[in-house]
């Protein structure tokens, strides 16, 4: 009977980890995520103002092409 209500547990349940592992567990688990996505978050950025520094470099040198 016990098998039976942790399966149908598995299928109906969507945030298993909170039912078996500890608080402990699931906080580090959640705290190393939080600090992947703004990891994540901040190399975004970076390449974002190079992306927009290159852009203006580029239409700078093609400007100053053309005025020349």
């Known amino acids: 009977m ?5 399966q149908a547990k598995d299928r109906h ?3 298993w980890d909170m039912d078996y592992l500890s608080r402990k567990e ?3 688990l959640y ?7 703004k990891a994540r978050q901040t190399r975004r ?3 974002a103002i190079t992306a927009v520094i290159c852009l203006l470099i580029l ?10």
């Open 2 to 6: 016990r098998i039976y209500k942790e």
């Open 13 to 15: 349940t969507t945030h």
């Open 26 to 28: 699931v906080e580090k």
């Open 31 to 37: 705290t190393n995520a939080a600090q992947a996505g």
């Open 45 to 47: 950025r970076y390449l």
């Open 59 to 68: 239409c700078a040198a093609v400007l100053f092409l053309l005025l020349r």
